[in-house]
């Protein structure tokens, strides 16, 4: 029997930011060792010759339908489609059926996730118009999730001393407020003047700039008031990237994220893909597009999240204003910025850091993020060669549909492991025995 349960040798590993050649002995769920000659004495041994070995992905902002939604997707599914994408931890978002806007609601969620998942995973809690109570009750959790117009599920908050009691609360526990960036009340005066329209273009009508604009102000300025923490999810424009950028030169404890929809699609595509780029905020303009990877190669992105969104696919190809908003991403989106990497769009280790270390720094996710002696051996390990065309057919997740369906991305994922556990190796999951003595995978929060 060897010292150790798992070696990886050959790989080359990312850590302190750059690549190396090392071997990894994995010992309890955890990195015992990172050394630089070979490791043979070991349970099992892999042989990471040729690939290079990163820290598990880390997606901040995911919805896998739990509860009230398990059709889209659920934790079952939404599981494998993570560990098929090379991510390893999650954090859920509270939009569920019912809305995660209680302490006893966030509970219940817990034991339902708690039995299914195959993967590491933590808990946004929903702030709703009349839930300040319930702030003050909510343990272990990500953030408070502030929904500033309406969207997937039933959650909004459009009562000012609502949102200033929030903001208050966030301060007072020392928790993050992640937000939603858009304005409740240009969203409905644009839908009825345009409720005529009926191509998807519309949406860019009716979620405008200025609706993002106006939210991020009206959040910063509360931010500002009570010196809260606050996260900005899927920037969508560039003047929005522009504000917030304003607001950390000015002091503020600002964030955001950028997710691949908004990289790699604008309203061109919109155009010939219809509702299935469907999204909130509206995917925007080429300027955009192209001002979003400026900010992510210029370090004005703190996070690349993917905002994975199932809805099926008999949905999605709804006319304009039955269709859901909704992208799945969890699938494709560590293959994408590999391949941009490739193509030179971003550096490597950058894209790498802003989708491991940087999501679980922001939130404050214990042993998590880096290869580390000491951190949990949640390891995604690629093959920056491998060329693939994306197929809907080859998706784990429910939705079994992708936008990206039939492009050729060069880089990878070969296999995932959480806490030592090979879970996902060359196309398979491989569901893991011991999942009853698993130890529980929900993340805990430092600081």
């Not at 269709?323 to 941009?340: F, N």
């Not at 193509?343 to 490597?348: A, D, F, G, T, V």
Request: hydrophobic share 40%; net charge neutral; proline share 2%.
């Amino acid at each position: 029997m060897g010292s150790y349960e798992l070696a990886l040798n050959n790989g080359k590993l990312f850590f302190n930011n750059s690549f190396i050649d090392a071997h990894i002995a994995v010992l309890d769920g955890r990195i015992a060792e990172i050394k630089k000659v070979e490791i043979h004495d070991a349970e099992q041994i892999i042989d990471c010759k040729g690939k290079l070995i990163l820290p598990g992905i880390i997606d901040a902002h995911v919805h896998f339908r739990v509860p009230g939604n398990e059709k889209k997707e659920d934790w079952v599914s939404g599981s494998k489609a993570a560990l098929h994408g090379g991510v390893t931890t999650v954090l859920d978002m509270p939009n569920n059926n019912p809305a995660i806007v209680t302490a006893d609601l966030l509970e219940e969620k817990r034991k339902l996730v708690e039995k299914d998942s195959l993967i590491n995973y933590g808990f946004h809690f929903g702030v709703s118009n009349g839930n300040s109570r319930e702030l003050k009750n909510a343990r272990n959790i990500a953030s408070f999730k502030l929904y500033m117009g309406s969207t997937t599920g039933n959650l909004l908050v459009n009562d000012d001393s609502a949102l200033e009691k929030c903001f208050e609360i966030a301060s007072l526990k020392s928790k993050m407020i992640v937000v939603h960036a858009e304005d409740e009340k240009i969203i409905l005066q644009n839908a009825k003047k345009f409720q005529n329209e009926s191509t998807t273009k519309v949406h860019n009508k009716i979620r405008t700039v200025e609706a993002e604009l106006e939210a991020i102000k009206k959040a910063i300025s509360y931010a500002k008031q009570f010196k809260t923490r606050l996260h900005i999810c899927h920037v969508s424009s560039k003047e929005a990237l522009s504000l917030i950028q304003d607001a950390k030169k000015a002091g503020l404890h600002i964030s955001c994220e950028v997710t691949p929809t908004y990289l790699f699609f604008d309203e061109r595509d919109v155009e010939k893909k219809g509702s299935l780029l469907k999204v909130n905020p509206s995917i925007k303009t080429e300027k955009d597009r192209k001002a979003l990877w400026f900010g992510l190669n210029t370090s004005q992105f703190d996070i690349i999240a993917t905002d994975h969104a199932p809805h099926l696919l008999e949905e999605k190809q709804q006319d304009y204003w039955k269709a859901p908003s909704g992208i799945p991403g969890i699938e494709t989106s560590l293959s994408l910025m590999l391949d941009a990497s490739e193509k030179r769009l971003i550096q490597l280790e950058k894209a790498i850091k802003l989708m491991t270390e940087m999501p679980a720094a922001l939130f404050k996710i214990k042993n998590k993020g880096k290869i580390e002696k000491g951190y949990d051996a949640d390891l995604t390990i690629v093959d920056l060669k491998k060329e693939f065309v994306v197929k809907n057919e080859d998706l784990f997740s429910k939705s079994a549909w992708t936008p990206f369906e039939g492009i050729k991305l060069k880089g990878k994922v070969d296999k995932t492991l959480v806490k030592g556990s090979l879970l996902f190796d060359n196309d398979d999951i491989i569901i893991n025995k011991n999942k009853e003595a698993k130890a529980n995978l929900e993340v805990g929060y430092y600081g």
